[in-house]
Each structure stands twice: as C-alpha cells, then as structure tokens.
C-alpha cells in the first residue's frame, strides 16, 4: 500500500515542491534491499527506497543516518548531484528522481524492482541491484478511465453469461489498484458479483469514483490496530470502517509524514514477528511437550516396581530346580505353575522360555530384575534433570508471553537485558527437530526408530554414524532402529542393549510374540545395496539377543 500509484504520485507531488536545488551528500545502503540517498540544502533528509520484501516503500526520513559499519557505497555517480524535480510515471509506479546531469529511475514492485541511474540521454549508467536487464525501465500506463466501460464489456461477454468477481473486475480495469482499493469498490458497489449490463456499470461508476478520489486526495490516513499500523489510504476507507470499527484512523497533513510514520512502524513490528513469533511458538510447543514427557515418566514411577516381581519370580523357580519345562520354541514363552514359598504354596503361574531349565530361566528373571531397577534409577534421574529443563522452558514462555509487541519487547530489553537476550539467543539457536521418534535412556544414550521405509533409509544411511548400533527384529518388518554412543569410545553396558532391542521388537511386527530375535550391529557393518528400495540393507557382522518388546514411558 505505500507503493501504490496514489500514494508515490502524491510523494512525488509534495517532494517536488520541497527537494528541487538539495544536492546529494551520500548514497549508500545498510539494509538488504534498501537504498538510501542522503540530501542536503532546502531539504535535510534521507531518502529511503526499500525494494525487496513484503514491505517496500519510498520516504522521506530526517532522522536516518549512515551506520558505522556494514555499510555499502553505491550509484557513486550521484554524489553531487543536485536534486531538479521529483515526478511519476503516467499512470505508472515509477518513481522519477531528476538530477541536474542524471536521472534516477525507482520501480518498486515485482521481482527485478531496482534503482536505476540514467544519463540525461537514458542510457543505463549503474543499478542498485544486479537483477533484470541493462534497458531503462518503461512506463507501462494503466488503461485511462475513458476506456473502461468498453473494457468491461468484454471481459464481462467473453465469460458467456458466468456471473464475475467485482474484485477482480475492479482490478482488471484499473491495475493500479491493490486488492484494499478494489475491497473498498465492492463495498460501495453493495455486491461481490457482476452479472449483468446494468451492475457492470455501475461497478465502472464505483471504481471511476474511488480512483478520482485517489488522485486528489492530499490528507492520508493510517489505520492502526493497538499500535500496529495495518493499512495507509489517500481516501477513507468505507468497508475498513464498518467491517473493522476497533482500527483507529490517523489523519496526516502530509503523504510524506503518514509514509515514515507508517514504515518505520510496520519495520518495527516485521522485526518483532520475525524474531520473536517463532520462538514464542517453539517455546510453547517445547514447554507442552516437556511437561507431558515428565508426567508420563513421573507416572511410571509411581507404579510398583517391576523388579521385585521379576525377582519373586526368579525365587519361585529356584525353589523348584527340578521343575520339567515344556519343549517348544524359545521365543514363545510358556505358562507353568509353581507353589509360591512367599504366599503359604498357594499356586502361582510363571511364564518361562521353553528349551531353558528352571534354574536358567529363575536367572533370567533375576537379570530382568537387575534391569528394571537400572532403568528405574536412570528414570529417576532423567525425571530431575527434565523437572530442571521444564523450570527454564516455563521461564522463557513467561518472558515471552510478557511481550507484547515492538515497545514491550525494547521496555523488557531495558529492564532484563540478560534474561531477554539469554531468551531469544537460545531459542534462536535451537537445534532443529529431529524427525525420528526417540527415547533417552539416560547417561546420553539415546534410541532412534525410523518410523516409515523412507525415514528408516534415512536413519541408516545418514544419521547413524559409523561406531553407533543398529538394531532390527530379526526376519520380521520392523522399523529400524540405531542406540547413539555419546561418544566414539563409549562401551555400551548391556542393559543399554538389551533396551534398545526392546525398543526395535516393540515397532516390528513380532510386536505381540513373547519373545522376539533382535539382530544388533555396528553401523559401520551396515550397508544398502545399490538400487536397492528404501528401508533394504544388508548386515555383514551381527549378533542377537532374545528379548520382551517393550517401551520405555518417555519418548518423542
């Protein structure tokens, strides 16, 4: 809306009146994308010509200055110059700088937008930017109004009687409106349709109004939500009044004035999304993830012991050695029943792994046992440290919801200047999402599952390093599954294994079987065939262990 038509024509307008017979001191840029051209003499200012991004504009600002640094040099032909008028394009967005030996040529639209600097012949003497060709811009005139109607009544004819959009009718006759111009022409025109002679022109009618307007409008508004400027018109704006009464409307006395003031604001608060809607989306995000992660694990906790029953197991069968168990396959765990010593030899049912002895199997549940009170000691302290990380995640979501926008976050900036910059460094610096789900045993390991064929080839081929393990469900699918060392030497204690192969058999199909083959190997011994589908690998050393699928309670 700054770099509208209307609004460069009438800046051109009130500056032609105030730069002419200023001389240029400086041209340089500090921003990418902006241009800045520091005048001096009837007019002490610097003009600033924003061209890339959502928000560009032209204005007109006193109170902007070079930077020390990071500061580059351009159109060094220009300095000197004096400034001899200040026009537009006929019915164009191209902003006219004349100069007494050069002309200075602004398009600020499209993706090739430039500052172009011509000689007094139009022939290219340099660019602000490297985009498009060495040709001068040309004016490309907007169809005047005296032909509208007609146009009109074609675009309406060659829909053959289809009903159009008056917005987009409204814009097809009169390219130099922008889509608040053509809202404002539907409004007036009462209906969002054309389909007849009669409503089209009264709809040519509406927008011959509204571009008149336009043209000798001279006391420009800026509508505000809060301090959020969210629109700048040469005319007021009829549907922002009754669609959107909460926006307050600021008369200015100048194009120039309301151009800066909305700018300079609007920057302000593009600054603010961009550093800070994002991290106030993670943190939160993060905080509610944290705290479900601690109130599942704390909720684990909670529970009984698995140990102790394992291990009352493991008592149970050896206080019966010779106990005869079943034949069968390792992997499908059968159910005997054995008199409880603990509980006056009422019967108890044991689940044991056939082609074992009592005596081997009561020390497989001694083992599980050893197991379950390591995994519980790491949860507890997992628990703390996550409780630690939880209290910092709530403190940067209370910074942040603090702030409110760009004033708040400079006021807090004063106030905390630590705390705000420790918030917004953090965050910023976060380490992207890793895709895969993931569990943390603890001590730094972790347990990285694939969770489809494309994520699995992924995980094996690129994020497993050489000296981590890879673990898969031995002849079933399954997904793939790699334990990560915290560092290269670390020998992995075997409950560490024995987990991560618990992890693997839970997110394979053997998910329901007893017990379940996990295939364990070095990565480094792990390779995909050539033009082999995504998820195929081949395992050159391996070993297996036979355990119970299962999860641990945290995972992400």
Not at 170 to 188: D, Q
Not at 378 to 403: I, K, N
Request: proline share 6%; net charge positive; hydrophobic share 40%.
């Amino acid at each position: 809306m700054l770099s509208t038509f209307y609004v460069l024509r009438a800046l051109a307008d009130e500056w032609h009146a105030l730069i002419p017979g200023s001389a240029v001191a400086d041209v340089y840029s500090q921003h990418p994308g902006e241009l800045s051209i520091e005048v001096t003499g009837t007019t002490n200012a610097t003009l600033r010509a924003r061209l890339t991004g959502p928000l560009r504009f032209v204005i007109a600002d006193p109170q902007s200055a070079r930077a020390r640094r990071n500061v580059a040099t351009v159109l060094e032909p220009l300095r000197g110059q004096k400034v001899t008028g200040v026009r537009v394009a006929d019915r164009d967005r191209i902003l006219y700088l004349d100069f007494s030996d050069a002309r200075l040529a602004l398009t600020i639209f499209g993706g090739k937008a430039n500052a172009v600097l011509l000689d007094q012949s139009g022939n290219v003497v340099d660019r602000f930017r490297s985009v498009g060709d060495d040709m001068a811009p040309r004016a490309r005139s907007a169809p005047d109004p005296s032909v509208w109607m007609e146009r009109a009544r074609t675009l309406l004819h060659e829909s053959a009687g289809v009903s159009q959009s008056a917005a987009k009718l409204a814009r097809a006759l009169n390219p130099l409106m922008n889509k608040l111009l053509s809202a404002e022409c539907v409004f007036r025109f009462g209906n969002e349709q054309v389909a007849t002679d009669d409503e089209l022109e009264r709809l040519v009618g509406v927008v011959a109004s509204v571009d008149a307007e336009s043209m000798a409008a001279r006391h420009p508004a800026v509508y505000w939500d809060g301090d959020r400027p969210v629109a700048l018109s040469l005319l007021t704006l009829q549907h922002l009044g009754e669609r959107s009464p909460h926006l307050n409307r600021e008369v200015f006395d100048t194009v120039s004035e309301a151009s800066r003031v909305f700018a300079k604001r609007a920057l302000a608060w593009s600054r603010y999304d961009q550093q800070v809607g994002p991290i106030k989306t993670t943190a939160t995000r993060d905080r509610d993830k944290q705290l479900a992660r601690v109130e599942a694990i704390s909720a684990e906790l909670a529970r009984p012991s698995r140990a102790d029953e394992y291990e009352r197991l493991g008592h149970i069968l050896m206080a019966a050695p010779m106990t005869q168990i079943p034949d069968g396959e390792r992997r499908d765990l059968v159910s005997i029943t054995l008199p409880d010593p603990f509980d006056e030899n009422k019967p108890t049912t044991v689940a044991v792994a056939p082609g074992l002895s009592a005596v081997e199997n009561a020390q497989r549940y001694y083992e599980k046992a050893r197991s379950a009170r390591l995994s519980r000691e790491h949860a507890e302290e997992r628990v703390l440290a996550m409780v630690r990380e939880l209290d910092e995640l709530q403190q940067t979501v209370d910074v942040l919801e603090a702030v409110s926008g760009p004033d708040s976050l400079r006021a807090l900036k004063k106030e905390s200047p630590d705390l705000v910059s420790r918030v917004l460094s953090s965050r910023a610096d976060a380490k992207p999402e890793i895709p895969y789900r993931r569990y943390d045993l603890g001590s730094g390991y972790e347990v990285w599952v694939g969770r489809n064929a494309k994520q699995n080839d992924e995980l094996t081929t690129r994020a497993a390093r050489k000296f981590d393990l890879w673990l898969h469900a031995r002849g079933v699918p399954g997904s793939h599954v790699v334990l990560r060392r915290p560092n290269r030497s670390a020998t992995i204690p075997d409950h560490y294994v024995e987990r991560a192969a618990q992890i693997a058999a839970y997110h394979s199909k053997a998910r329901g079987s007893g017990l379940v083959p996990v295939i364990v190997a070095e990565k480094k011994y792990v390779r995909k065939p050539r033009g082999a589908a995504p998820g195929t690998v081949l395992v050159d050393r391996q070993r297996v262990v036979i355990v119970e699928p299962g999860v641990p309670a945290e995972t992400t």
